[in-house]
């Protein structure tokens, strides 16, 4: 629960509690043999368990956002020649994220006559302890078994991920060519090269549990983890190192659709520019949202990439973020008037800042936490995106260009 309004936050030493250790239950993925709708139903026990154990909420609205889903294609689309669909996509999560955030592409893929699967990746949907224990390979595998249920049937596989979910999805296409196509959102090809060094975490640790985090928050958030262990970083620099040595060796040649920020202080977008600029495929597109123009990186092929301006003075919007991608305005718990406010960018050292962005003051201003951003006033980070009506477009513009 969010401090009440009007009360003023005092400063507050983070410490570790129950959900900071791991619950035993989510740190491989759980069953491959099982069917899709067996592994919805298996996750939502085990969300509501490990939920249940350390005593984090454990409401079906919880369970609900936090689970894998599946969706039926809409009426009207033609069914497959060979499968029971024609079409279908495989969407994958960001890291401490949860399915939650790929609802809204979900609904938007099912309008498009998809067959949608989401996944959750191990680790995640339960308590932020369940990352100390996790390896990226699990999450591959969880991948992997997704697009398998996919295929057995739809005729023809897309991915789509956000974040990490972004680059296990370009992973997974490099050696599976049942894969014809990417859909990627801030995807995190690359990453700094500090977060090698999260590894070191376990030299010493074992002096003090604490050790094992970057970031000890409180947890508020009902579809993704606040506090971040080290190993999760770990994990996530070891995937992308992998990634690098399969680009280098074979380019993506399916069609693209990117969105990246040049804002994004998450993930390095000039990672997603470059793929695009070596993928091969003519309907490639990437929209490219700036707030500077001055600093668009140059040698684009313009006829492949659509640039928005991020920057909406009258909604005091300074610029886009790598958390207001892929959730629209009305999201009822991240948008414009949604339940939730981020901005852990002031806990625990600001507390005053950090109640009045929680308070939704007329002055706060809504962005990327850029230091140009936080100079500005109090900043609550930005996490819906004010052009997802105009990405849903380019989306629709770009499947119907997708061969047959």
């Not at 390095?268 to 990437?286: D, F």
């Amino acid at each position: 629960m969010q401090p009440a309004r009007g009360v003023v936050a005092h400063a507050i030493t983070p410490v570790l509690a129950a959900r900071h250790y791991p619950s035993g239950l989510n740190s491989r993925f759980i069953d491959p043999h099982a069917s899709f709708s067996e592994y919805i139903e298996g996750s939502r026990k085990l969300i509501a368990t490990a939920r249940g154990a350390v005593g984090l909420p454990v409401s079906d609205k919880i369970v609900d956002g936090n689970a894998p889903f599946e969706l039926k294609p809409a009426e009207g689309y033609p069914a497959g020649k060979v499968k029971t669909y024609r079409r279908g996509i495989l969407l994958t999560h960001g890291l401490t994220d949860s399915p939650y955030h790929m609802r809204h592409l979900g609904a938007f893929f099912q309008e498009q006559g998809f067959l949608v699967f989401g996944v959750l990746l191990p680790g995640h949907g339960t308590q932020p302890g369940d990352l100390l224990e996790i390896a990226w390979q699990e999450w591959e595998k969880t991948v992997a078994y997704g697009v398998d249920q996919l295929a057995a049937e739809v005729d023809e596989v897309y991915l789509g991920g956000y974040s990490a979910g972004g680059a296990l999805s370009v992973y997974q296409s490099l050696h599976d060519q049942r894969v014809r196509g990417l859909f990627l959102f801030a995807p995190a090809l690359r990453v700094s090269s500090k977060a090698a060094f999260a590894n070191f975490h376990k030299t010493y640790s074992w002096l003090t549990a604490s050790a094992k985090w970057l970031s000890i928050k409180p947890d508020m958030d009902m579809y993704k983890y606040e506090s971040f262990p080290k190993n999760a970083a770990a994990q996530m620099h070891a995937l992308t190192r992998a990634l690098k040595t399969q680009l280098a060796k074979r380019k993506v040649q399916i069609p693209v659709f990117a969105v990246v920020s040049q804002d994004d202080e998450t993930v390095n977008s000039a990672a997603t520019i470059e793929l695009m600029t070596y993928a091969t495929h003519s309907a490639n597109k990437l929209v490219y949202y700036f707030s500077d123009a001055g600093k668009i990186p140059a040698g684009l092929d313009t006829d492949k990439i659509e640039y928005v301006n991020s920057v909406l003075s009258e909604q005091k919007i300074s610029s886009s973020a790598h958390t207001a991608i892929v959730l629209p305005r009305e999201d009822e718990y991240y948008g414009e008037l949604g339940e939730y406010c981020n901005c852990l960018h002031y806990y625990p050292n600001e507390m005053a800042k950090y109640q009045a962005c929680i308070d939704r003051l007329e002055t706060v201003i809504h962005g990327e936490i850029t230091e140009k951003n936080l100079k500005q006033g109090t900043l609550r980070r930005l996490m819906y995106n004010p052009h997802f009506v105009s990405m849903k477009i380019a989306m629709r513009q770009f499947i119907e260009k997708l061969p047959d």
